[in-house]
């Protein structure tokens, strides 16, 4: 099971970007997926985005346009890039990796979009 850790996540203003990175402590290489999720106050936690095994990506319809999330298998890390960002947007965000029966999460990182 690899440790994840979140970063780039801060205050920014309606209709700017941030680039969130996920590092991981071992390879991501042979991973079945990997994901970005997040969770408002009061709400469950929801999928952002996440890369398949074999390359293809989903999103949630409300994200989609706006973000991207790609994955650097030489740095062990996966990236969402947020654009256009929403007050609705705000949440914490949190790193999954998956590999076969084991789940790994990162400790999130708080995204605030200020209108």
């Known amino acids: 099971q690899v440790q994840l850790v979140e970063s780039g996540g801060g205050l920014v203003q309606a209709g700017g970007s941030l680039r969130l990175s996920c590092a991981a402590s071992g390879s991501i290489f042979r991973a079945n997926t990997l994901g970005w999720y997040r969770q408002a106050p009061g709400k469950q936690r929801e999928l952002v985005a996440v890369?398949?095994?074999?390359?293809?990506?989903n999103y949630l319809d409300s994200v989609k346009g706006r973000f991207t999330i790609s994955r650097d298998n030489a740095k062990n890390t996966v990236y969402l890039q947020m654009n256009s960002l929403k007050p609705e947007d705000t949440a914490v965000y949190y790193c999954?990796?998956?590999?076969?029966?084991?789940?790994?999460w990162g400790q999130g990182t708080q995204v605030t979009v200020s209108s």
């Open positions: 890369i398949i095994s074999g390359g293809s990506t």
């Open positions: 999954n990796v998956r590999a076969g029966v084991l789940s790994s």
